[in-house]
Nanobody, 126 residues
């Protein structure tokens, strides 16, 4: 049974760092996209970063470019999100998703991802 499980969330002060991890057990890691999404209270879910399996193609939301780095280890079926220079506005529940596909040179949107984790909370205090 396919399952996606996140870990690594927590509380940190502004300017700090956190590393989120995601294990995709039973999930196909070949020719697919994996991504991190987040949702803050009262706000819509937004894409944070996505990565394609075969050539490591990545994409980031403008709000996290230069601060966050997504990476993956296909052999371990892991995806990571290194978050540096964290800001209070990064506070949200972060979700890992798998099963996305490519279109037009990039990963499709959230609706295309078939497997989602339960989320891990990230809280950044000022």
């Amino acid at each position: 049974q396919a399952q996606v499980v996140e870990s690594g969330g927590g509380s940190v002060q502004a300017g700090g760092s956190l590393r989120l991890s995601c294990l995709g057990s039973g999930v196909t890691f070949k020719d697919n996209c994996m991504g991190w999404f987040r949702q803050a209270p009262g706000k819509e879910r937004e894409g944070v970063a996505q990565i394609y399996s075969e050539i490591g193609l990545t994409a980031y939301a403008d709000s996290v470019k230069g601060r966050f780095t997504i990476s993956r280890d296909n052999a371990k079926k892991m995806v990571y999100l290194q978050m540096n220079s964290l800001k209070p506005e990064d506070t949200a529940m972060y979700y890992c998703a798998s099963g996305g596909s490519m279109s037009g040179g990039g990963c499709r949107g959230a609706a295309d991802f078939g497997y989602w984790g339960q989320g891990t909370q990230v809280t950044v205090s000022s």
